[in-house]
């Protein structure tokens, strides 16, 4: 996870829609081949081998498949959607009869493009890892029983835990010790690790069954091997996940304790990789506590100004609306609906072709995070205005009603029909190549309002060839592959085919820099944030971007002195302050952040209780002993 999660376009013609942590929608998996041919494909076979308490899958294919994986729960699933790939008549398909997996094919037209569904269903959750192999499909599973750890044996008045009510961490140079304090005997838990996955560090996670954790931290950084500590509410009890902050996964070692549990983990010298320092779509306040602990939010859409986006990406992804908890098993849709307008207090209106059954279990998420996850899985889309927000399948139109105006009556102006000629002939002297550009520009963005982004950088890259001095559509599809492809050597290349065209655009400037610290290219990043701050006004989010990739380089006074200036130039906000009591507390200036944290706490602003909670700590530990 990075810290520069967002572009910035400072025009408002051809701003790119940001949101936080758009992926397509991975409910709680994994997306890989975005850059895969959409080729025919045909899948000739589905083909597995245990090995151990391993079981790999492998989907056979005749090209490079493009794909999404996700995972469902009650049932536990596995699902791939394969794009325009079908299924041959005579595919062979084996998996272990002892398994207790079975295998279910569909084909789903109604999408864009189309897909073949692969349903995996499986007797009981598992961790499980994906990869392409050429024309393949490789799925692992591991197969093995969590083993459970008998906690050490009771004493006499030893209660049985209830509560985990404390995270105590200890380092040293040689090694981090982590104990998972509660209020009596942990009788039952379990863990296991998982490998490192696309942007995803490889992580030791501990299960402990049938306690609760309210007052926990949901998330703390640690800053050693372990990058970081999170905990979510997992079934009766609680999941602890263990961020590695390499590429590999730390040394540890599990044990019991009297009240709890120990997990003690061996430091080797730290590395001075840039990995280590900026880590990919992390906000300012993530390094602070958040309460999404697992990352399974989906990144979302909104169609909101630059300034906005940026702002949202420095808080919650722009999800801030009501929170809930549903468990929905094969309820209707419509019930589901009217359920989130009950909720929300907007009004809903539903298709009537929208039918059909939902089974979904989420768990304190914002009421439009939950419907944007509902849309996603049933292809479905909305259309906002009004405090009235319409609901319709993918591949229909809907255009709101415009006030009629027969009423009124219009006497021919000259002075209007003049312009409109004058107009008419400007029009007539455009070439004909920019003509063609726009064309391709509207059918662009016809694609990206149906978050179809692939497609519509392909248009719009096709209409920057007709195009080729327009820097303003350069950026525009750097923001794109910055924002929502997550490819960062192609916003890189974008941003510099803009900065070419123009070299006083900052909004391309910050998408340069940011798509270079994302490649750790540390010169080259600071190169462009140098240049994206070197005008009078420079955009806030370049300054607040720049401010925190000089805290990552440990420049905490260049990074003070970039976050003065914000402050000079638009006034402090929730987001600066946090950025300079964190900046503050980092470069060993206790009491001055002690003192930072209690004007956050004074400033009125809306805190978030695990932030609050994590700022009284500070505070606490700033106060002379």
Not at 212 to 228: F, R
Not at 400 to 428: G, K
Request: charged letters at 25%.
């Amino acid at each position: 996870m990075r810290y520069y999660s967002l572009p910035v376009q400072h025009r408002k013609n051809l701003t790119a829609r940001c949101g936080f942590l758009a992926l397509m929608l991975l409910l709680l998996g994994a997306v890989n081949g975005l850059a895969a041919d959409p080729g025919k494909n045909t899948i000739t076979a589905v083909s597995s081998m245990q090995s151990g308490d391993t079981l790999n899958i492998t989907i056979k294919g005749t090209t490079p498949p493009t794909y999404t994986v996700y995972e469902l729960f009650k049932p536990a699933r596995i699902v791939v959607d394969i794009a325009e790939t079908t299924l041959a008549p005579n595919a062979a398909i084996t998996l272990p009869e002892k398994s207790g997996i079975s295998l279910a094919t569909s084909a789903i037209t109604d999408t864009t493009p189309p897909l073949t569904r692969f349903t995996f269903t499986l007797k009981k959750s598992r961790s499980f890892s994906v990869v392409q192999k050429t024309n393949n499909i490789a799925i692992t599973l591991n197969m093995e029983k969590q083993q459970t750890k008998a906690a050490a044996p009771s004493r006499a008045g030893d209660g049985v835990a209830s509560e985990i009510n404390d995270i105590k961490v200890l380092t040293t140079p040689n090694e981090t010790k982590v104990q998972l304090l509660a209020n009596g005997n942990v009788s039952s838990y379990s863990y296991d690790v998982l490998d490192a996955k696309g942007n995803t560090p490889p992580r030791l996670y501990i299960d402990v069954n049938n306690v609760t954790g309210d007052t926990l931290i949901k998330e703390q950084k640690v800053g050693t091997s372990l990058a970081g500590i999170r905990v979510a509410k997992r079934g009766s009890g609680l999941r602890f996940v263990f961020d590695s902050s390499k590429s590999t996964l730390f040394p540890f070692q599990v044990s019991p304790l009297k009240n709890g549990v120990e997990i003690r983990i061996q430091e080797t010298a730290k590395s001075d990789e840039l990995s280590e320092l900026i880590q990919r779509k992390q906000t300012i306040e993530k390094q602070l506590p958040e309460v999404d602990p697992l990352q399974l939010r989906a990144e979302a859409v909104n169609a909101q100004s630059v300034a906005d986006s940026m702002r949202d990406a420095f808080n919650f992804s722009g999800y801030n609306k009501e929170r809930i908890t549903v468990d929905f098993y094969k309820i209707d849709l419509h019930n589901v609906f009217r359920l989130l307008r009950e909720v929300s207090k907007t009004n809903i209106v539903v298709d009537e072709s929208v039918s059909g059954s939902l089974t979904l279990a989420l768990n304190d998420v914002p009421w439009d995070f939950a419907l944007d996850i509902i849309l996603n899985l049933k292809d479905l889309q909305k259309e906002e205005r009004f405090n009235t927000i319409v609901i319709l399948p993918k591949n229909k139109e809907f255009s709101w009603p415009e006030r009629a105006e027969d009423n009124l009556s219009f006497e021919t102006d000259e002075t209007v029909t003049e312009q409109e000629a004058i107009l008419i002939q400007q029009q007539m002297h455009i070439p004909k190549t920019v003509v063609a550009a726009k064309k391709f520009i509207s059918r662009a963005q016809r694609f990206e309002k149906r978050e179809e982004f692939e497609t519509a950088a392909q248009q719009y890259e096709l209409g920057l060839e007709k195009w080729p001095d327009n820097a303003k559509l350069a950026n525009k599809i750097s923001s794109l592959y910055l924002v929502q492809l997550r490819q960062n050597s192609k916003a890189l290349f974008f941003a510099q085919k803009a900065l070419r065209a123009d070299p006083t655009l900052t909004g391309a400037s910050l998408n340069a820099a940011i798509a270079s610290a994302n490649m750790q290219e540390v010169k080259k990043a600071q190169q462009y944030f140098d240049q994206s701050v070197q005008s009078k006004k420079p955009l806030k989010e370049a300054l607040l971007s720049y401010a925190v990739f000089s805290e990552e380089q440990q420049r905490y006074p260049e990074a003070l002195k970039l976050l003065k200036k914000y402050n000079t130039l638009y006034g402090e906000n929730l987001d600066s302050m946090i950025a300079k009591a964190r900046i503050l507390d980092k470069s060993g200036n206790h009491a001055d952040a002690g003192a930072e944290y209690k004007k956050i706490l004074l400033s009125g602003y809306r805190i978030a209780p695990d932030l609050k909670k994590y700022i009284q700590g500070r505070i606490a530990l700033s106060q002379p002993m």
